[in-house]
């Protein structure tokens, strides 16, 4: 659902990168695009359930994976890009050792 909501928004470019996280042994997945943007307070609201900038989705995806990665001790980050578009920062917590 982030990646299609990120397509649907993006102009030409969207990015799907990962990387090591910002914490020990971390990964991080980032969805990005070259959009419009969303303004301080859609950046707020955007990780609530059923919160949209779309029309006829559900603004269901930001708000899911925010739960999941929680429940598994993960987070999810969602900012503007300095060119414009914003990105969704998914955190992935390290795995436990054995």
Excluded: K
């Amino acid at each position: 659902m982030l990646f299609l909501s990120a397509c649907q928004v993006a102009q030409q470019r969207v990015l799907v990168r990962t990387a090591a996280g910002p914490g020990a042994g971390e990964v991080e997945l980032s969805i990005d695009n070259d959009g419009p943007g969303a303004t301080p307070d859609q950046l707020e609201w955007l990780i609530q359930p059923f919160t949209t900038t779309h029309h006829a989705l559900f603004g269901l995806g930001v708000a899911l994976a925010r739960r999941v990665l929680a429940l598994h001790g993960g987070r999810v980050a969602v900012a503007n890009l300095p060119a414009g578009g914003y990105c969704i920062r998914l955190i992935f917590p390290a795995a436990p050792s054995s």
